[in-house]
């Protein structure tokens, strides 16, 4: 249960917000490079936090990210030319630099007006496909975080963007909510295990998932955020054992789920719209432009499912999307024939529940158990670091050099959980790959 305050303080990101506050703190997943484009391709309008900005391409191949308003008066710099070195708004012709300089004022005569004015403009990095920017304070810029999927290069990354009408601590609670995974994407869990039984071999993992809707849930926290880990019994060869699958949340909204080649961040648009950052990696080998509709669609987040229900860039706001008037796009039909949800298998399931639980969720009345541990950790940890911020400190992970990291390990009788990180040699594998090999020593 939390109370109104606490979850308005917790979900609350609009421009004056505590929370708002906080998030800028971090270094944010902003878009895709590839939606930038090319230097001197037309600039983009990018939605974070409740406020507008603008960002292009210069010639020189910099990216500017600056507040969407012209500082004259307020037109928008979307509707402005990416040219020589800059962008031009197209109502009187300021042309800014991507530091916000202003490097032309053409209605003005004196140069003093020019060298006066500076439009808003913030830092940015290239890293994992994606621009990433500080939005804070100069003087509170943190050091760029340490993901492990920044390590790759870019030809081995996938990057999604997808388009969920629902808070952002919605979409986060879904993702590191362990105990759902076997109920609502049970249809594609089993076909996943069904599939390694074609192979010849059972995959025990994930048939356990699909099995074993309780698992023990322990939780720790970590520089970044948090660890969590669901321990599961499972047998093989007439012997049990205890398998910790562990996943953790680095502040303020990125996720690490078990596959180990997935990071996932609900980057908040807005209160009632956050649009989900997915990366998809190959440790190994390129994954070529041909594979990449196959790579998102056993990730459940096609271009194809998800243009048809107006969740990507391309098509939020012009096909209808999933909502309490459609029944968020269920197929009642298919649920008589072997579909579990009516719904396309992953985030098409998670997104309609998250948005059928309203824009912001009431938080106050809720029934919560000890599988809804993860989810209870996540709040606090929100609510911690914004607090600090709002006691003049600095929010929580912002220093992390830990690296957070999804893995799977088996527990040794006696020991804890967290001796699995010690075990492990090789960081670079999928959890499907451990999986195959969980058993091979013992
Ligand atoms: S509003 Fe942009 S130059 Fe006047
Ligand atoms: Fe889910």
Redesign the pocket.
Known sequence: MLSHEDNMLMCDVGPGTPMNAMMKRYWLPALPTAVVGAPDHDPVRVTLLGEDYVVFRDSNGKIGFLNER?C????S?CLGRVEEGGIR?I????KFDTRGVVTEMP?ATDEKHRTRYRQPAYPVREAANVVWVYLGPAEHEPPFPNYPVFDLPSDRVVVQEVYIDANYAQVMEGLVDSSHVGVLHQDAIRSRVAATIEEGREDIINKQMADELAPKLEVEDTDFGYNVAALRTVQFKGNSFEIARITAFALPFINFPGSNTTMIAGVPERNGLTRMIEWNWDWKRPIPPENREKVLYSHGISDEILDARGMTRKTYGKVERPNANNRYLQDRASMHHGSFTGLPLFHPEDAAVSVSQGEICDRRTQCLLPADLAVVRMRRVLLDSVRLVMRGEAPLGVESRQVPRALQGIVNPGASWQQVFDHTINWTRSINEISKHLFDEV
């Open positions: 012209c004259h008066r307020g037109a710099l708004c109502y009187h012709g300021w209605n």
